[in-house]
């Protein structure tokens, strides 16, 4: 079974900041671990994902994460955030050894960037 | 076309009524996900279809029926709704094999009077 812990609910910026949306998992097999960012009253859409290879990913609108498998963490990052930025993120995790299979996601957590 | 749409964009029911969400994808997608998601919280998967059979039913009450008529074509039949199934229906499509990284549909707000 796994699990993903979004360690922070809701996360305040100032437009032009960097921030850090943080992704804990815990899993008895290997994952795949997803980034999604979800805008109001619409779908989820992928932001970046880790699959194998560098641990440094980076995806759409300026985001990157980091895979840090000695602390099961995978953190989302962005050096300066946008308005356009303010939505719902959620971490999620795939067991590596399935096929057509569940994902689990964390909670979410609330970016939002003040002018 | 890297598209999963959903039809309506939004829907009111009331608890006697019977009313189908639907959702569509031509990406040669062969699994394809129904997840029900409440306000402010991550999406529950209610069922995976994988090459057009079901695969995972996660314990969903009756009244939530789904089908998968082709590849292409997935539906979620509602039939006696309670006010607690007002939500946003969410469906995914994913490919089979290395890895699912799953692509999602804007979702069907769906309120149930």
């Known amino acids: 079974a796994q699990s993903v812990t979004q360690l922070d609910s809701q996360v305040p910026v100032f437009e032009e900041a960097p921030v850090e949306l943080r992704c804990n998992y815990s899993s008895s097999v290997s994952v795949y671990l997803f980034w999604y960012v979800q805008y109001p009253n619409q779908g989820l859409q992928l932001l970046l994902k880790y699959l194998s290879g560098s641990t440094l990913v980076k995806g759409i609108n300026g985001f990157e994460a980091e895979f840090n498998k000695s602390q099961t963490s995978f953190h989302l990052r962005k050096p300066s955030v946008h308005i356009s930025d303010t939505a719902e993120y959620f971490c999620a995790v795939i067991p590596r050894d399935t096929n057509a299979g569940k994902s689990t996601f964390g909670d979410g957590t609330t970016l939002t960037v003040k002018p | 076309d890297t598209e999963v749409t959903q039809t309506p964009k939004h829907l009111v029911m009331g608890m006697t009524n019977k009313k189908s969400l639907k959702c569509e994808q031509h990406?040669?997608?062969?699994?394809m996900y129904w997840y029900k998601q409440k306000a402010k919280k991550p999406p529950e998967l209610m069922f995976v279809?994988?090459?057009?059979?079901?695969?995972i039913n996660e314990s969903v009450p009756s009244r939530f029926s789904p089908e998968c008529p082709n590849s292409s074509l997935l539906n979620l039949h509602l039939h006696a709704l309670q006010p607690e199934d007002s939500a946003l229906y969410l469906c995914a499509s994913s490919q089979e094999g290395v890895y699912n990284e799953q692509f999602f549909g804007p979702g069907t707000r769906l309120t149930v009077l």
């Open positions: 990406m040669g997608h062969r699994a």
């Open positions: 279809y994988s090459y057009e059979k079901l695969s």
